[in-house]
Nanobody, 119 residues
């Protein structure tokens, strides 16, 4: 599976951005898709993921502001980010994984896309 992310950029606090990620290859095996982010010097952290049943999981810091969606074919995943705050500034990574018998078999990462929230 290959992941290609797009949509980062700069925005003022309170603004909105949409990130998009396109998956290619053996996408039929994908179980979870979503987004992580990383600030320089910190560990990569989960932002939002959605599984093959449509169940979503969000970091507490983005609940009510961000929304993650994926199409039924698991070919795209998007992150709508509203009311952005300065501490949302980070490099955002598209993510997908594959589970079999309840065990993660593989995971894939897209290239990072920078989101900067600043006045």
């Amino acid at each position: 599976v290959q992941l290609q992310a797009s949509g980062g950029g700069s925005v003022q606090p309170g603004g909105s951005l949409r990130l998009s990620c396109t998956a290619s290859g053996n996408i039929f095996v994908i179980v979870n898709m979503g987004w992580y982010r990383q600030v320089s010097g910190n560990q990569r952290e989960l932002v939002a993921v959605v599984n093959s049943r449509g169940e979503q999981k969000y970091a507490d810091s983005v609940k009510g502001r961000f929304a993650v969606t994926a199409d039924s074919k698991r070919s795209t995943v998007e992150l709508e980010m509203n009311n952005l705050k300065s501490n949302d500034t980070a490099v955002y990574y598209c993510y997908a994984d594959y589970y079999a018998l309840g065990v993660k078999q593989n995971e894939w990462w897209g290239q990072g896309t920078l989101v900067t929230v600043s006045s």
